[in-house]
């Protein structure tokens, strides 16, 4: 099966996106993960994202269509994959079609994660993740066994710079104004599953399962 995990920064979808993953052994193919590799790797892609993300603008489009080109035509990809944080602009979601209709595959739901602004500042500024192995935790609804240290690798866990409040607010407008015009795209076409993000891990998990039906 083919996913799209769509919703606003903190709602949850890289949190879920591990879980399903690992329960299903579909990859979990996320961009800014795949951004964030390329800037601590000092490539030229990464220098160019860094700019973007560190305001919390999106990086341009034809940066993110080419590392998801390349990364659906991988042999773990064959039984489905979980897209997690992209598309987010319509360009990117006509591109996404444009690719998976090339390659005879299409994509079977796009679930929304709902949840409001005045939650997600909570989720961003809280949250802790190790820069070793990607492991995310939370100070107070995820906390690590040992404070400040990953339960699996130890390392010692960071916060990420897009998640300090000043840039928060802007990823929010930014999922506002070019990303949520992706909900009506993705109703039209009769792929749009909404859960309720606000909920404990579980019940999210619970709401991700039903959908997935
Ligand atoms: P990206 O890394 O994709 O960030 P995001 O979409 O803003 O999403 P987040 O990772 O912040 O949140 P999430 O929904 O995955 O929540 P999480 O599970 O971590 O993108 C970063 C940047 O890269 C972008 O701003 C942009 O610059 C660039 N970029 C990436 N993709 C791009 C694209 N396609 N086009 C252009 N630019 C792109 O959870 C958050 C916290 O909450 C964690 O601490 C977690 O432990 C906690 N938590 C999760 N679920 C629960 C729960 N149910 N209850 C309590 N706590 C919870």
Redesign the pocket.
């Known amino acids: 099966m083919i996913l799209v995990f769509l919703?606003?920064?903190?709602?949850?979808?890289?949190?879920?996106a591990k879980r399903l993953s690992s329960q299903r052994s579909w990859p979990q193919l996320?961009?800014?993960?795949m951004?964030?590799a390329a800037i601590q790797a000092g490539t030229s892609l990464g220098r160019e994202?860094k700019s973007?993300?560190d305001q919390?603008?999106?990086?341009p489009?034809s940066v993110?269509i080419g590392l998801i080109g390349e990364r659906v035509k991988q042999a773990d990809c064959a039984s489905g994959f979980i897209l997690?944080?992209?598309?987010?602009?319509i360009p990117?979601a006509e591109a996404l079609d444009q690719l998976l209709t090339g390659l005879g595959r299409q994509v079977q739901r796009a679930v929304l994660?709902e949840m409001p602004d005045s939650l997600l500042v909570g989720?961003?500024s809280?949250?802790?993740t190790c820069p070793q192995d990607g492991s995310?935790?939370?100070v107070e609804?995820?906390r690590p066994r040992k404070d400040g240290v990953c339960d699996q690798c130890g390392t010692a866990l960071i916060q990420r710079p897009?998640?300090h409040e000043e840039v928060i607010s802007n990823?929010l407008k930014?999922y506002h104004r070019q990303t949520e015009p992706l909900v009506g795209y993705y109703r039209e076409r009769q792929l749009l599953r909404p859960i309720r993000?606000d909920?404990?891990?579980d019940q999210?998990s619970q709401g991700l399962a039903e959908v997935l039906k």
Do not use: C, E, I, N
């Open positions: 919703g606003p920064p903190g709602s949850g979808k890289g949190t879920q996320s961009t800014g993960d951004l964030r994202a973007f993300m919390g603008a999106l990086v489009d993110v997690d944080g992209f598309p987010r602009t990117q994660f989720r961003l809280g949250r802790r995310m935790y939370h609804s995820a897009d998640d990823r930014v993000a909920q404990g891990l999210v």
